[in-house]
């Protein structure tokens, strides 16, 4: 094989072991630092950064910051040493620098600065952005997770699929990317919002395990930990398997990676299971942070006849916490909070020295703060937050003064990972315009029950085998035992609106390959790059992707989406409305 006459060794290879070794590096140019006649320079490559000692800074003309340059010499040994570098300890003396790829003068940000540039900037020049150590590690970290994904499912019985990116259209929740084509004008393709038909027809095929670590298009609006448009997860399926079987297999794998490749305390196997109501009553949301130790009670029945104006007829939710030594301004920024989630502020009250003070308690007669007091348990140091709202407001804003409350008091360990399982979803929800059902989660899930469940019980009470993995608040796995009976299949979506026609015509291969023999199946989908946000201790999804949108929805890199050319509209059988 014929030598590399690019390089010998990689830059942040190099130890003091190799002092005396004649080598040839490239990379990019870090740092330039000249001191009278002689120059230093640090160079870049995908493996670290090695500082290189020119005794002639005239080797440096022509030459600048993120140029690509070759460099041969001899390894030798720092005299003053710098033992936070892997390479602090030797220095390479250049005898020869050649030029492999320019940069001009004026970048648009400084690579060491990439973090803290504005997001649209350092999206626009991703390359650059990518150059950062910073970044450049956490994808590094990323294709090393991947990695271990695939081998660790391989070794439990997995066998990796792929599936089609162009599909067909499927009510999954969000809307869909749809993909025109010149074969049949005016007819579309859609982007998959996940393989789950595909890998249930491949469970049907007969095959054990499915997994593929999976591209999913959504077409909704980004947030923190949802990138809009194009996300990764790791999808599984396995035949003749219980919702046990799957947990177990889950619960193995994402301890592993967490303990694999972070710093974090993670708990140990098998998670806590949680049902969605009980999730919903303590935590007034499905995806609780369990590093928090706040739970929410409901006191609606309490203040039922009670003659507080802002509490009469509402859903009040009640938080208790030790904050009865904070200020007057601590619960008027808490109320602020939560006026700017659009709701109406909250109420709240503190036990300092035996005496309950607050918001409300004026209104209270004695026998009716007594009985507050004591149904409550509030002792001194003891602080109540009360949210009164409509239901499924009160709901939202007690869930995130919850949170707000264990971020403002420090009482959330963040060094720990704490997963969990929401169990016993809801199959259905009421469409908040007609009043009707519509699937509440995954629409070829198996209902408890199964088909006499759907005949005989009000939809609303239907529970389904629908699993959710929370970890630190964050859903990070999705999954459930599937429908594999046409009939139950047709009476679930008709339920939903949907009649027998429109299933054969939305689904045709999935409710034909059910006529055939279909095994009992189950499966999930971890979303990856959601998971490693906490891995990598980063607080927006985009800084785990490396060629991610913006919060818009646009490529700044690539300069997408684009208008296509009217051939190109006309080919396909489509117009656009100008307006």
């Not at 409901?298 to 904050?323: H, M, Q």
């Not at 009865?324 to 659009?342: Q, W």
């Not at 009716?368 to 509030?378: A, L, R, T, W």
């Amino acid at each position: 094989m014929k030598a590399n006459i690019y390089r010998t060794n990689n830059c942040g290879e190099l130890r003091i072991n190799d002092v005396g070794k004649r080598v040839i590096v490239s990379g990019w140019i870090n740092t330039i630092r000249k001191l009278g006649g002689i120059a230093f320079l640090t160079l870049r490559d995908n493996f670290g950064v090695t500082q290189i000692i020119l005794r002639d800074e005239k080797m440096l003309e022509g030459l600048n910051k993120e140029s690509v340059v070759k460099i041969e010499g001899k390894v030798v040994e720092r005299e003053s040493k710098n033992l936070k570098m892997p390479t602090g300890e030797i220095e390479v003396e250049a005898e020869s620098i050649s030029l492999l790829g320019k940069c001009q003068n004026a970048l648009p940000f400084e690579i060491s600065e990439a973090p803290e540039t504005k997001e649209e900037l350092r999206l626009k020049y991703r390359f650059l952005d990518l150059r950062n150590p910073q970044l450049h590690e956490r994808i590094l970290k990323r294709a090393k997770i991947l990695q271990f994904v695939r081998n660790r499912l391989t070794e439990l019985g997995f066998v990796e699929f792929q599936t089609p990116i162009l599909a067909n259209t499927s009510p999954e929740g969000a809307r869909d990317f749809i993909v025109p084509t010149v074969y049949a004008p005016g007819e579309f393709y859609a982007l998959p919002q996940s393989p789950q038909q595909f890998k249930q027809l491949l469970m049907v095929s007969g095959f054990d395990k499915y997994f593929q670590i999976a591209p999913c298009f959504r077409n909704e609006a980004a947030r923190a930990d949802r990138t809009p448009g194009e996300f990764y997860q790791i999808d599984m399926e396995m035949s003749f398997a219980t919702q046990d079987d799957v947990f177990e297999v889950c619960e193995t794998l994402s301890t592993e990676i967490f303990k694999n490749f972070s710093d974090y305390q993670v708990c140990n196997a098998p998670f806590k299971r949680i049902k969605w109501v009980e999730a919903m009553e303590k935590y007034c949301t499905d995806k609780p942070d369990l590093r928090n130790p706040l739970v929410i009670e409901d006191a609606t029945k309490f203040f039922e006849s009670t003659d507080v104006s802002f509490l009469k007829g509402k859903t009040v939710k009640l938080i208790k916490a030790k904050a009865g030594d904070k200020s007057r301004k601590f619960f008027d920024n808490l109320s602020t909070f939560i006026v700017s989630l659009e709701g109406k502020g909250l109420a709240w009250a503190k036990m300092v020295e035996n005496e309950l003070s607050g918001t409300f308690v004026k209104a209270f007669k004695d026998e009716e703060k007594n009985e507050f007091v004591k149904q409550y348990e509030i002792k001194n140091g003891d602080a109540v937050f009360i949210i009164a709202d409509q239901k499924d407001k009160a709901t939202k804003f007690a869930g995130a003064l919850r949170n707000k409350l264990g971020e403002e008091l420090d009482i959330v360990d963040k060094n720990k990972i704490e997963m969990c399982w929401i169990v016993d979803f809801p199959f259905y929800e009421k469409n908040e315009e007609t009043g009707k059902p519509d699937f509440a989660h995954n629409p070829f899930s198996m209902p408890q029950g199964e088909l006499k469940a759907l005949n005989e019980k009000d939809p609303f009470d239907i529970e389904a085998y629908q699993y959710d993995l929370v970890c630190n608040g964050y859903e990070m796995l999705s999954g459930a035992i599937r429908n594999h009976d046409p009939e139950i299949m047709v009476k679930a979506f008709e339920i939903a609106g949907y009649s027998k026609e429109v299933v054969e015509q939305k689904f045709p291969a999935l409710y034909n390959a059910f006529h055939y023999g279909a095994p009992p199946h189950a499966g999930c989908a971890f979303g990856f790059d959601r998971m490693l946000m906490p891995i990598m201790h980063q607080d927006s999804i985009r800084e785990v992707i490396a060629f991610p949108l913006n919060k818009n929805g646009r490529d700044l890199l690539m300069g997408s989406p684009s208008v296509p050319t009217e051939e190109q509209l006309k080919s396909c059988g489509i117009s656009i409305d100008k307006k």
